[in-house]
């Protein structure tokens, strides 16, 4: 493997991809690299450049050693640094159930039996109506190990079938407006498997893209609906200050500039975003789909996530804010004004 880095690759490297985001009318805008790396958070899964090459090198020795360890019930194999493949590689949790077929999760790569729909890793299937479709229609039934990566401007897909010595590897560096990676994985599998009834992936991306330039529309006409009219903020100094998460590692910082409110995750000035009054001591940063993608962002939350509403102490003063920035945890995430709460860890 002779261009894989942990982290941004060094100067004299040549060919290293930059990073895009999609705009509404399928054009791109280039935005800053993922900057994850060797210590720091997030780096094992999203700070390791490499390509193609090197990847199908990568996983043809993983292939062997799965092979392998399977067979003979070791742990290891000999001349390779592939450990435990059986514990790595078994069913851990199920997915995308119920179902007949296998479909699993081990320890880093989702299992499905093929033919099986693929693809639940990704962005694709809350972006087609119905469920995904079934892969290698027709072939006879084989295990496949698939994963997939997604950043603002990287999405990467790749597949093992073990049963064929078969890796697929699909790298991009775009976000684009559907999982892209995802359908050219499953069209290039059906290919190599000479599936006698196959997809169609051109329609299925067609689709997939409508769906995913809906988003700004259903998610302001939501917020829209949701509304209490007729409310009115504090006045905006109010609210500004230093709000710190319960064990102070997450910091957001609120300004007032030339009467604007606006709000920086960790102080960045690349995280800051303008505040609207919403209701009451609640406000908007969403903004439009090509600015937000422009900016680097993912773009497809809900519209919970784009609030941050703020709340008061009995004097009348503000004394934290909350954002519901996981869906899954409906309560959010509370942010205690620096000097007013000092918050017990």
Not at 104 to 120: D, T
Not at 130 to 136: D, E, K, L, N, S
Request: with cysteine; charged share 20%; glycine share 8%.
């Amino acid at each position: 493997m002779r261009r894989t880095y942990i982290g941004r690759p060094p100067s004299h490297v040549e060919n290293v991809s930059r990073a895009y985001n999609t705009l509404e009318n399928a054009t791109s805008v280039e935005i800053p690299t993922v900057k994850s790396g060797r210590g720091t958070f997030g780096g094992s899964s999203g700070g390791i450049f490499t390509c193609v090459a090197d990847l199908l090198k990568a996983y043809a020795a993983v292939m062997d050693a799965v092979t392998d360890q399977f067979s003979t019930a070791a742990a290891s194999t000999p001349s390779s640094q592939i450990k435990l493949a059986q514990d790595l590689f078994s069913a851990k949790i199920p997915m995308a159930q119920p179902t007949y077929q296998e479909a699993s999760y081990g320890f880093g790569l989702a299992r499905v039996q093929l033919p099986g729909p693929m693809g639940h890793i990704g962005m694709n299937p809350g972006l087609i109506d119905g469920q995904m479709p079934t892969v290698a229609k027709g072939v006879r039934s084989t295990l496949a190990f698939y994963h997939q990566g997604s950043l603002p401007g990287a999405l990467s897909a790749i597949a093992m079938v073990p049963e064929h010595k078969t890796a697929v590897v699909v790298m991009t560096n775009s976000l684009s407006l559907n999982d892209c990676p995802d359908w050219v994985l499953q069209l290039l599998l059906e290919e190599i498997l000479d599936a006698p009834s196959r997809n169609d992936y051109v329609k299925l991306s067609k689709e997939s893209a409508e769906k995913s330039l809906q988003w700004f529309k259903d998610t302001s006409a939501a917020l829209d609906k949701e509304r209490v009219n007729n409310t009115s903020p504090k006045p905006l100094e109010t609210y500004v200050g230093t709000y710190w998460n319960k064990k102070h590692y997450l910091r957001i910082d609120v300004t007032l500039d030339g009467g604007e409110l606006a709000w920086a995750l960790q102080g960045l000035e690349s995280e800051k975003f303008k505040l609207d009054h919403y209701e009451n001591d609640t406000f908007l940063w969403l903004r439009s789909r090509d600015y937000m993608a422009s900016r680097g962002r993912w773009v497809d939350q809900p519209p919970v996530f784009w609030k941050l509403t703020f709340r008061g102490s009995k004097d009348g003063s503000i004394s934290s804010l909350n954002w519901v920035h996981d869906p899954d945890v409906p309560d959010g995430e509370e942010y205690y004004k620096e000097g007013k709460y000092v918050a017990k860890v």
